[in-house]
């Protein structure tokens, strides 16, 4: 494939790592070598932040029509060169490659959108108290900027957070999952064709997260962090970001109820739910975690749901046919094996799958009459197993579903306009799905409250993530 690269991108060149060390990318459909890469040193991450905070004044100072017609272009190669970026990112990650192809085109629009964005990065004027005053703010970049980017949404989650940041005038160093470098790299030489200057998108692939943060938390020259993983490490890195004071984004773990109402269409909220569960095999921070159902249409939407997870197809992503692809690890399928089990243990109802099958897969799995105690109920999932909690009023089904520290995203099916607005506005999280099983777009705010994280991406709040306030009081005399 032409856009598979190995090396680490610094200062606009492809470079081995110090001492040539390397870590190998495994196919997780089958356990085989995709690549070998190069696995960057403290030294190759001093170097991407030097070379990003040197070339920082010359990319702030260029005009923002400058930096977006750039985007653009990137926005343009990414399309055009869609097929194989998916084919490279179901290698690498295993979800089924028409899904890998959704991301890709799922990733570009946010690039299209912030090079669209970044020319409204608009300033205020503020009446002040004098006739001889006037007041102004306006925005200005952040500055270089470290961005660390997960393995299930591989392509996505580096252009939701390198788009803004090149609109607002920052320079980057992003740091992909060890799991998934490729895809990053592969975006990186589309940037690279686009003809963004030297030094300002850099790559370093890391097997060791914890030298990269050392490096990164500690040089002052890094004046951002955007972080999108999981909760216990994202308040690491929030403390270990305050030694310098960083600015930070996190967008952390969710724990997502979604809610079946007895006056829910229950057909939608079927549709529904099949999309927000088993996307990318339920390895998704907004999945749907707990599935609360109403009593009196329990069985009704069960069985509908038995007969859909039913025909799920498990295998290689590569293939057409595939519906589920692997998990990214066999430590992702043992944790799978655990909560179902616990499960089990504490009285849920296995009505389908349960096992793990060779390689890193895990069947699609229907756990009936679940509660609140159980593992399933506290944890993220993140995999193709759908927990069913029963409910009986709407009073009720809020508080067990807001009785989580997370609070991300939420779902929920109704046809009551004034019960939605009542539920919509109840539940404690950062984004709501209402007859919707499919909430993220590159033109709103994607983000969470309590520990599912800090600030947004995605519209326009996305771009002022990387954009600070300046105001400006002028004495006319």
Same mark, same amino acid.
């Given at each position: 494939?032409?856009?598979?690269?190995?090396?680490?991108?610094?200062?606009?060149?492809?470079?081995?790592?110090?001492?040539?060390?390397?870590?190998?990318?495994?196919?997780?459909?089958?356990?085989?070598?995709?690549?070998? $890469? #190069?696995?960057?040193?403290?030294?190759?991450?001093?170097? &991407?932040?030097?070379? !990003? /905070?040197? =070339?920082? +004044?010359?990319?702030?100072?260029?005009?923002?029509?400058?930096?977006?017609?750039?985007?653009?272009?990137?926005?343009?190669?990414?399309?055009?060169?869609?097929?194989?970026?998916?084919?490279?990112?179901?290698?690498?990650?295993?979800?089924p490659l028409k899904e890998a192809?959704?991301?890709?085109?799922?990733?570009?629009?946010?690039?299209?959108?912030?090079?669209?964005?970044?020319?409204?990065?608009?300033?205020?004027?503020?009446?002040?108290?004098?006739?001889?005053?006037?007041?102004?703010?306006?925005?200005?970049?952040?500055?270089?900027?470290?961005?660390?980017?997960?393995?299930?949404?591989?392509?996505?989650?580096?252009?939701?957070?390198?788009?803004?940041?090149?609109?607002?005038?920052?320079?980057? $160093? #992003?740091?992909?999952?060890?799991?998934?470098?490729?895809? &990053?790299?592969?975006? !990186? /030489?589309? =940037?690279? +064709?686009?003809?963004?200057?030297?030094?300002?998108?850099?790559?370093?692939?890391?097997?060791?997260?914890?030298?990269?943060?050392?490096?990164?938390?500690?040089?002052?020259?890094?004046?951002?962090?955007?972080?999108?993983?999981?909760?216990?490490?994202?308040?690491?890195?929030?403390?270990?970001?305050?030694?310098?004071?960083?600015?930070?984004?996190?967008?952390?773990?969710?724990?997502?109820?979604?809610?079946?109402?007895?006056?829910?269409?229950?057909?939608?909220?079927?549709?529904?739910?099949?999309?927000?569960?088993?996307?990318?095999?339920?390895?998704?921070?907004?999945?749907?975690?707990?599935?609360?159902?109403?009593?009196?249409?329990?069985?009704?939407?069960?069985?509908?749901?038995?007969?859909?997870?039913?025909?799920?197809?498990?295998?290689?992503?590569?293939?057409?046919?595939?519906?589920?692809?692997?998990?990214?690890?066999?430590?992702?399928?043992?944790?799978?094996?655990?909560?179902?089990?616990?499960?089990?243990?504490?009285?849920?109802?296995?009505?389908?799958?349960?096992?793990?099958?060779?390689?890193?897969?895990?069947?699609?799995?229907?756990?009936?009459?679940?509660?609140?105690?159980?593992?399933?109920?506290?944890?993220?999932?993140?995999?193709?197993?759908?927990?069913?909690?029963?409910?009986?009023?709407?009073?009720?089904?809020?508080?067990?579903?807001?009785?989580?520290?997370?609070?991300?995203?939420?779902?929920?099916?109704?046809?009551?306009?004034?019960?939605?607005?009542?539920?919509?506005?109840?539940?404690?999280?950062?984004?709501v799905g209402i007859n919707s099983?499919?909430?993220?777009?590159?033109?709103?705010?994607?983000?969470?409250?309590?520990?599912s994280g800090i600030g947004r991406?995605?519209?326009?709040?996305?771009?002022?993530?990387?954009?600070?306030?300046?105001?400006?009081?002028?004495?006319?005399?």
């Open positions: 494939m032409s856009l598979i690269r190995s090396r680490l991108f610094i200062n606009g060149q492809w470079r081995d790592s110090d001492g040539r060390k390397s870590m190998v990318v495994l196919n997780p459909a089958d356990g085989s070598v995709v690549a070998e $890469v #190069a696995d960057a040193t403290k030294g190759d991450i001093d170097a &991407a932040v030097s070379s !990003a /905070a040197d =070339a920082y +004044s010359g990319w702030r100072s260029r005009t923002t029509y400058d930096r977006c017609t750039l985007l653009t272009k990137w926005y343009e190669l990414i399309m055009q060169n869609r097929t194989e970026l998916a084919e490279i990112m179901t290698l690498e990650q295993g979800k192809k959704g991301e890709i085109t799922y990733a570009a629009s946010f690039v299209k959108w912030f090079a669209e964005e970044g020319v409204r990065a608009y300033g205020e004027t503020i009446p002040a108290p004098a006739p001889n005053s006037r007041f102004v703010a306006i925005r200005q970049a952040v500055g270089p900027v470290a961005i660390i980017t997960p393995w299930n949404f591989p392509s996505a989650m580096i252009t939701r957070k390198a788009a803004p940041a090149l609109a607002a005038g920052c320079t980057l $160093v #992003a740091k992909p999952s060890e799991e998934t470098p490729l895809s &990053a790299l592969a975006l !990186a /030489a589309l =940037a690279e +064709s686009a003809g963004f200057p030297a030094g300002v998108f850099n790559v370093v692939n890391c097997s060791n997260p914890q030298e990269f943060s050392d490096v990164v938390f500690s040089d002052q020259r890094i004046e951002k962090l955007s972080f999108t993983g999981s909760t216990p490490v994202g308040k690491k890195m929030m403390k270990a970001s305050s030694a310098t004071l960083k600015k930070v984004s996190l967008e952390l773990g969710g724990n997502a109820p979604f809610i079946v109402f007895n006056d829910a269409d229950i057909d939608k909220a079927l549709k529904g739910l099949m999309t927000a569960k088993f996307r990318n095999g339920g390895q998704a921070c907004i999945a749907a975690n707990r599935i609360f159902v109403h009593k009196d249409v329990m069985d009704a939407f069960c069985d509908k749901l038995f007969n859909k997870m039913k025909n799920l197809k498990l295998g290689p992503g590569i293939k057409n046919d595939t519906d589920i692809g692997p998990q990214i690890n066999k430590k992702a399928v043992s944790k799978l094996s655990r909560l179902v089990n616990n499960a089990m243990q504490n009285g849920a109802t296995l009505k389908l799958g349960g096992n793990a099958i060779e390689d890193c897969y895990f069947e699609p799995t229907l756990l009936l009459n679940c509660s609140d105690d159980m593992e399933v109920f506290k944890e993220e999932i993140f995999g193709p197993v759908a927990a069913i909690y029963s409910f009986e009023s709407e009073k009720e089904v809020i508080q067990r579903a807001n009785n989580t520290p997370h609070g991300l995203a939420s779902y929920f099916y109704s046809k009551d306009v004034s019960r939605c607005w009542r539920v919509a506005e109840a539940l404690e999280c950062g984004m099983g499919f909430i993220s777009d590159a033109s709103a705010p994607f983000g969470g409250v309590k520990e991406e995605g519209s326009r709040h996305g771009l002022n993530e990387y954009l600070e306030l300046k105001y400006m009081s002028f004495g006319i005399g």
